[in-house]
C-alpha cells in the first residue's frame, strides 16, 4: 500500500518515525511527516520522514488523492475533522487510521473493510504492540463481508445500494444465493448457498445484465449483487492517430454487442508498433488498466482460427491483429467473448479468461 503517516506531537513524531521504518521494512511505500518543531535528530536523515508545514486539511486533501492508507496519531477529532470533506464513497476513500501518541490503540476508521483500514489497523498495531479497535459489524460478528471476499478475488462490487441490503441480511444470518458463470477453484463463503436463489443473491459474472430465466428475474426484482471479475482483454488495431474517443466508443459498442461488463476490462492489448498509439495509450490510463504490445511474430505463432485480412498482414506482417492480440494476452485458457468487429479505422476484439480465479 502507499501509506502516509502524519503525527503531531514531539511523542507521536517518535512513534511516526518507528511507524514508518518498520512499515518500510515490510515493503510498505510509506512517507512520514512530523511538525518542524519535533522533526530533530535521526529523522532528518531516516528515509521516508518528512517535515510538514502545511495545515493539516490542506496535507490531507493532497493525500487523499494518491495514497491508499492514512495514519494520523493524535486525536481522533483531528483524523475526522481532516477527512470530513473529501469523503466521497467507501469504494473508493482510502483507509484511515488513527493512532493515540502513545501506541496503545489503532483504530480503523474509514474505508474499513475495501480500503483496508481494518488491515492497517491490525498491522501498526502488530508493530507497536497496540490493541486494533475494529467496528465493523461483519468482523465483529465473524462474518465474511461480501465488499471484502469480493476485494480479495479482484472483483468489482455492483450496485452498492444491493450491497447494502445484502451485508445487511447476511448480518441478520439469512442465507445468500449464490451464482456463478465458471468454476471457483476454492469453497464459497459460509452461509452462501450455490445455484439456490434465496432472498438476496450475489452473481459473479463478465455479463452487463442477464438475459433470461431465474437470474433475470432476480435482476430485474434488484434482489442481485452482480460481482465482476476483471478477466476480459480488448485487443485493438487501428489506423494512425484515430482519437482515444473513437476508439472508446468503438470498444463499448463490442462490449455492449456481446453484452458484457466495461468494469471486466482488465487490460488492453496490440501489436508492437501500436505502443506508443495516443489513442489506445488513452484508453488504457482513462480506464487505468495496462497496454500490452507484441511484436508480428508473436501474434502470428498464437493458435486458432481468426478472420485474417490480406492488407493488415501485407501492412504489419500478421493478417490479424486485435483477435490474436486480445487472445495472447488474455493467456492459457483464453476464449474470444467478441470477435473481430471493425468501424471509423478500428478493429476490436474480446478475449475472456477465467483460469484465475
Known amino acids: 500500500m502507499k501509506l502516509a503517516v502524519i503525527s503531531f506531537t514531539r511523542k507521536g513524531g517518535g512513534l511516526c518515525s518507528f511507524l514508518v521504518e518498520k512499515l518500510r521494512e515490510r515493503g510498505e511505500e510509506c512517507q512520514g511527516y512530523v511538525q518542524p518543531r519535533f522533526f530533530t535528530g535521526d529523522m532528518r536523515t531516516q528515509k521516508g520522514m518528512n517535515a510538514v508545514t502545511e495545515p ?3 496535507w490531507t486533501e493532497q493525500q487523499f488523492g494518491e495514497m491508499d492508507g492514512l495514519i494520523y496519531i493524535g486525536a481522533a477529532g483531528i483524523a475526522v475533522r481532516s477527512i470530513a470533506p473529501f469523503l466521497k464513497d467507501k469504494m473508493t476513500d482510502p483507509a484511515v487510521v488513527v493512532m493515540d501518541e502513545r501506541g496503545n490503540f489503532a483504530v480503523s476508521l474509514l474505508s474499513g473493510h475495501v480500503g483496508g483500514a481494518n488491515k ?8 507497536c504492540g497496540a490493541v486494533p479497535v475494529i467496528t465493523t459489524a461483519s468482523d465483529v460478528n465473524g462474518k465474511i463481508a461480501v465488499d471484502v471476499w469480493a476485494a480479495s478475488h479482484g472483483f468489482v462490487v455492483g450496485d452498492k445500494k444491493i450491497a447494502k441490503r445484502l451485508a445487511a441480511a447476511a448480518l441478520e444470518e ?5 451464482f456463478c458463470d465458471f468454476p471457483l477453484e476454492e469453497p464459497i463463503p459460509e452461509g452462501y ?10 452473481w459473479i459474472t463478465m455479463k452487463r445484465t442477464a438475459e433470461e430465466g431465474m437470474l433475470k428475474r432476480l435482476e430485474d426484482e434488484d434482489r442481485v449483487l452482480r460481482l465482476v471479475p476483471k478477466c476480459l482483454t480488448v485487443g485493438i488495431g487501428c489506423r494512425r492517430g484515430i482519437a482515444g474517443e473513437k476508439i472508446k466508443a468503438m470498444v463499448q459498442k463490442v462490449l455492449g454487442g456481446a453484452n458484457l461488463e466495461e468494469r471486466a476490462v482488465a487490460r488492453l492489448a496490440s501489436i508492437d508498433r501500436k505502443q506508443t498509439e495516443e489513442g489506445i495509450c488513452w484508453l488504457a490510463a ?3 488498466v495496462p497496454f500490452l504490445t507484441f511484436s508480428a511474430e508473436e501474434l502470428k505463432r498464437v493458435e486458432g482460427i481468426f478472420d485474417e485480412s490480406l492488407f ?12 490474436r492480440a486480445a487472445m495472447l494476452a488474455a493467456g492459457k485458457g483464453a476464449r474470444l467473448a467478441a470477435g ?18
Open 286 to 288: 482513462h480506464w487505468k
Open 56 to 58: 493539516v486539511g490542506k
Open 340 to 357: 473481430k468487429q471493425t468501424g471509423d479505422g478500428v478493429a476490436v476484439a474480446v478475449a475472456a479468461n477465467h483460469s484465475q480465479y
Open 120 to 127: 492497517l489497523a491490525k498491522l501498526a498495531a502488530e508493530i
Open 174 to 178: 439469512e442465507p445468500i444465493g449464490f
Open 193 to 202: 448457498m450455490l445455484n439456490k436463489p434465496e432472498r438476496m443473491n450475489v
Open 312 to 323: 493488415v498482414r501485407q501492412a504489419v506482417g500478421t493478417g490479424n491483429v486485435c483477435e
